[in-house]
């Protein structure tokens, strides 16, 4: 009989403002159960921003010292802060059974798929013009103008990798791309690992 790997990763991508935390929110009850992948940074802890809770803050220090022990999944210098995934609570959710979700650039996205492929499925999360991701930064007034600008010009970027995705979410009305996420976590969940084929094709000829 076979038996699926203990869990799978959903990597997810796409413009800061694209909707991507409201559309986990939204399906969070229909796609069982996961763990949402909480970043180590460098760079200093925001206005109610908690340790453990948003995310691991360390010193650069710490952080690169954990790079040479190859602790990380995945991570990135941005904006001279280093931000990464620890490979402790993903691999625990792994085993757990969870569907272990990230919400990484495209630069993780590559990295994570060099490291976990077999075992790895992304969507690319946009709203359905540049046009529209502005007029959202700028309804939520929580960033400066600079900060506004260097977010569309980092999404001009991002938006060219979409190729390397295997689903794009465009997130028009929430509902219907929280509909399509649940579509793409239930399909994560299906996919299996070198590991798992190769024990089937074994078990299937015998």
Known sequence: MLKRQKGAILVLSGPSGAGKSTIINAASGEIGEYYFSISTTTRHPRTGEKDGRDYFFVSKESFEEDIKA?????????????????????NEALEAGKLVIFDI?????????????????????????LKELESRLRTRCTDVEEVILN???????????????????????????????????????????KETEDKFIEQWLH
Not at 73 to 88: D, P, Q, R
Not at 114 to 128: G, H, L, R, V, Y
């Open 70 to 90: 190859g602790n990380f999944l995945e991570y990135a210098e941005v904006h001279g802060n280093y931000y990464g995934t620890s490979l402790k609570p993903v």
């Open 151 to 193: 977010r569309l010009k980092n999404a001009r970027d991002e938006i060219e990798a979409v190729h390397e995705y295997d689903f794009t979410i465009i997130n028009d009305v929430v509902a219907e791309a929280a509909e399509e996420f649940i579509i793409v976590a239930k399909a994560a969940r299906l996919k299996f690992s």
């Open 105 to 129: 650039d495209v630069q993780g996205h590559r990295l994570v798929r060099a490291k976990m492929n077999d075992i790895t499925t992304s969507a690319f999360i946009t709203p359905p013009s």
